[in-house]
Each structure stands twice: as structure tokens, then as C-alpha cells.
């Protein structure tokens, strides 16, 4: 069978929610899925020390069903522990048997007369659906700045997100570039590991302590018992889908001890605390931020003790506010720099100029040379997955086309002209902003109670006017506009692309304001869109 209530491409946290929901209701659902397995980013992102930044529990389905007889063994698991937990939801729930692996979407295709998409694999092979659910994620087109030279490298050269199944490290000379995410975990995992690292720094990572722990089964348990259930339900109503908060007092409304013993307690605590539980106003208000700046550096800088690399890693002009870039969960990150076959390379200072067949040329003249070179150089963020594919709507006029001059959609999960199509954990909606799993069962519920209710009511088609897009992508610049959001040049505003329009990319308003303009706008009867009924 070829023809779906519901196509959903990517198999990820979002997809395999929408599957097992919409088996719920009793309709026909097939997952289109570019790679070999279940998992999303975490199937393609395998490098060495990759591992998730949110902590146990809430980085799970909320599905009681799901957590009662799993465990994990980290606070903050890791590549392989994300992938043997998929593998364990499709055991449980025979999720595979609706999953076309190894076929990525290339093109899909509104059709006005029957008001169903047609959906086209690389493989050419043609599905039909009444509904179609983008599920691609924040992190699926993989990004590799534009390197003279690259070509002529004689050694390996490995993007981060796809990491080869063997590569042994050990005894060779390689080279990073890139510090983000993916880089410190890169980083701070093959150190020990490798001969020599050279790392290409153009600017530092204001990471904090991840303070991982081992997680025992009975301390899951006793969790389970007394508490799971409570801290999935408050996912929802914090600002980032997280268990903690920002908290409502403004830093200088707290004397300069209230504020030292505050910033302490969310420095030890480990995880974003520090980050996404820090006072409500310092993501706004630039003197707010230096505070928190200053507290980080001097934590840092206790962590290093050249002075050169001090002023390389902790800078006493922060690179930019903190926290509106994101900030990675290290182990060891600082301290990995001190190691006597470790060298941190600004290239901000001097950029790289060319790859050459042994390695890589600064513009001062040197050439590193290597024998491994490491891209954690990230990806076309937020809006790649979607561009990626030739999505034409009503008009005809591709998505990305459409989206060139600036993203418009309406409640960050649906776009005019492009009828039954959503996406979850994508542009304008909370997604990196919260914990994954949080954003994505709201948007994926809130899609699930629309089909539904699309049923119960005989209609066809459901599609955003233009005006409520409109209005919601202002209500998100403005949202922006009044945050420290455009002083850091990051994937947030889209500004790690070139040529990419810069603007907010995600909903900056938080889990619970998004949550309720979805819910207002069901409740309302699907204010906002254009409803069509179904012809008798
Ligand atoms: P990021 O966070 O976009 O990091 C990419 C890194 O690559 C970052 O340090 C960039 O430096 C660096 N970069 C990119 N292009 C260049 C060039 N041309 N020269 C030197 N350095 C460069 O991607 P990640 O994969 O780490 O993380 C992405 C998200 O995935 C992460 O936030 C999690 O949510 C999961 P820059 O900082 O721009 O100066």
C-alpha cells in the first residue's frame, strides 16, 4: 500500500510519537525515514562522547507505559544508552513495522482535487497521505563551511553527525574545528585518547559542569513511584520544558550575597540550571548578564592556569551575553587544554586560510599538520530539514523558496498555502529552547486532537490564513526584539549559515505562553486557519 492517512517523515522522538498516537485513533500511518534506524539525531550522532544535555527523567516519552520498565544508568545518558532505549520502544511496541528506513523524502506535492499529499523517496517510490508530519528535527542537514582546499586532504575527514562506525583515534594527530555542542563533547572525549589535538577555536564555548551521575535501577524506581509523574507534568509549565525554572525575582532586586549564594546553588547543581533556572531578567537586560558572565569566568578561570589560555578560553570581554548562545554541559573541558598534547588554535585571530594535503593553514602562515580532521561544525539548524525538501503547497511555490526572506508559519508547527501539513520541534515553536521531548508531545498531541477533530467534524483541509501567520511570526520577532538574542552570532538567529536571513528561529516566549496560543486557538475552533469541509 502506497496511500496513508498520515505520512510522517523522520523517525525520531517526534515521529515515533505521532505513529503510536495515531494508531490510537485507528488510522493509517507510515514513517519515512532517511537513515537505518529508529532515534533521530541520536541514530546519526554517534561521534565520540556524544551525549544528551538533558537530565533523567523528562528526556523520555512521558508515557507511563514507556519509563515503568526502563532504566537508564547516567543522568545525562549518552549516544549508545538513546539508541538502546528506541530500540526498546520498538520492541515494546513493534514501531518498525510502519517505518521505511533508508528512504529520504526528496519532494512533496499538494494535489487540490483529491486534497492529499504525494510524498517522493530518493528511491522514487511515490506515498500518498491526507496528512503530512514534518518530523525532521532541529539537527538533520549537516553543515560544512565552504574550506579551500578541503578536497586535497590526505587524511580522514569526518563530520561530526556522521561519524564512521570504526575509526580508532589513538596515536593519531588530529584537529577539530569547531567548539559548540558537539564540539567540547568531541573535544573532551578524545584528548586522553589521541596523540596530538589541535583545536580551531573562533569562539569559546561559555560551557558549565554537567556533573554527571550514575543513576542507580533503585533510585529510578523510588522515582517512578513518588515522582515521575509529577515532574512530566511540570515539563509543561516551565519556560524551557525543564523540571526548574528562571526565577521570577530580578538580579538586582537580590542583594550582591543573595545573588552570590544564588548563582552557587545553580552552579552546583550542575545541568542548566545555571543556564535556564538563573533570574528571569539576565537573558534581557545586559547588566543583569554581565553578572552572570563575571560568576562564570571566575569559576573558569580557577580552572586554568596559563594566562594565555585563560584569556583564549574565559575572555574578560565576554564573546557575547551569556546564555543567548548555547551553552554546552562539559566534563573536563577546561582542564583538557592544560594537557601536554593539547593546543588550542584562536581563529578568530588568525582564520583558516586553507586545507592542504597534511593538514590545515592559518593565515599567519602555519600549517597544523594532521592526519584526522574533525568537523563539528554543526548544521543548517532549525529550518534545514524542511528546506531540504521540494514542499509545494497550493500555490506551487516551494517552501523554501518561500522561507527565503525570513520564516513565516503560524504557531510554529503549520505555514499558509501548504494545507494538512505540520511539522513538530521546528521553526517558531519552542524546540531547542526546551528539553526535545517536552515541545515535542505538546505540538505532537496538539496535532494528534486537530486530525481528530478534523474527523468528528467532516473537514477536509485545514491551513493557516495568512493574517494569523502573520501576526504570529511578529509576535515572535517582537518577542525576540525585547532579548540579548541578536549579540551573539549563533544558530538561534540563524546567523551560522551564510546567507541565511537572520531572525529568531525558534518561539522565545516559552513552553507555557506557546502552549496556551495552541491550545486558545483549538478551543476556539481552529482560530487562525481555514477550515474546508469534506465534499458528500
Ligand atoms: P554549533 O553549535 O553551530 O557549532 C559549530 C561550531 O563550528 C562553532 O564553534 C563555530 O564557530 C564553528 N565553525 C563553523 N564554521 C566555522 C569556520 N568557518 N571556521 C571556524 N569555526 C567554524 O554546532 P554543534 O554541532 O556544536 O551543535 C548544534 C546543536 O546540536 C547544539 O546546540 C545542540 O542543540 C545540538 P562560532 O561559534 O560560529 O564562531
Redesign the pocket.
Known sequence: MSDYDVLIVGAGFAGVHQLLNLRKLGLTAKILEAGSALGGTWAWNHYPGARVDSDLPIYQFSDPELWSDWNFTEKFPGWKEIQAYFEYVDKKLNLTRDVLFNSRVVSALWDDTSDKWAVTTEARRVFRGKFLVLCTGI?SKYHI?KFKGLETFKGEVHH?SRWPAECDLAGKRVGV???????VQVIQEIAPIVDHLTV?Q??PNLAIPMRQQQVSVQEQDKLKKDLYAVLFNRRNQTFSGFTYDLDPKRTFDATPEERMLFYEDKWEKGGFPFWLGNYGDYLSNQQANDEVYAFWRKKVLERISDPVLQEKLAPSKPPHPFGVK?PSLEQNYFEVYSRPNVKLVD?SEYA?QEITPQGLKTNDGTEHPLDVLVL????D?VTGGITSIDIRGQDGISIKEKWTDGIQSYLGLASATYPNMFWIYGPQSPS?FSNGPSTVELTSEWIIDCIKYMKEHNISTIVPTKDAQHAYSEHVDQLASTGLWFKA?S?YTGS?IEGKKQQMLQFPGGVPMYNRMCVDAAAKGYQGFDLKPLHV
Open positions: 539537527g563551511p561530526t574545528i569547531g567548539t559548540g555542542a558537539t564540539g580551531f573562533r569562539t548555547r581563529v583558516i563539528a561544525t554543526g548544521f539548524m531547542s552570532k544558530w551560522n
